[in-house]
Nanobody
Framework: QVQVVESGGGLVQAGGSLRLSCVAS????????MGWYRQAPGKQRELVAR???????PYADSVKGRFTFSADNAKTTVYLHMDSLKPEDTGTYYC???????????????WGQGTQVTVSS
């Protein structure tokens, strides 16, 4: 069994900073990709930042220069440091990982429960 658990988030004024953390644990053989998505009320879930199997770390254009994504050496924990937060960054932030639980088989999608980020103006 695999668990993906986020922490961090909260309420902050515009211009402030927050740090999110996410840990993947359990029967993990390999993680192919892991990162952060967010969903604002009435909008679709969008990619914020993640690491991918090709070594790239794509960011959403709207957060470039303000958010910093990082991962530990084992690539089972990822972080999102958010600076210069804006009201439009408000939403539920979800951690996502593509994980294979054995030497064979497919990579499956695992999502955390989400953590709320609210930026007041």
């Amino acid at each position: 069994q695999v668990q993906v658990v986020e922490s961090g988030g909260g309420l902050v004024q515009a211009g402030g900073s927050l740090r999110l953390s996410c840990v993947a644990s359990g029967s993990i053989f390999h993680i192919n990709a892991m990162g952060w998505y967010r969903q604002a009320p009435g909008k679709q879930r969008e990619l914020v930042a993640r690491f991918a199997s090709d070594g790239s770390t794509p960011y959403a254009d709207s957060v470039k220069g303000r958010f910093t994504f990082s991962a530990d050496n084992a690539k089972t924990t990822v972080y999102l440091h958010m600076d210069s937060l804006k009201p439009e960054d408000t939403g539920t932030y979800y951690c996502h990982a593509k994980i294979r639980t054995g030497a064979f088989g497919d990579y499956l999608d695992y999502w955390g429960q989400g953590t709320q980020v609210t930026v007041s103006s």
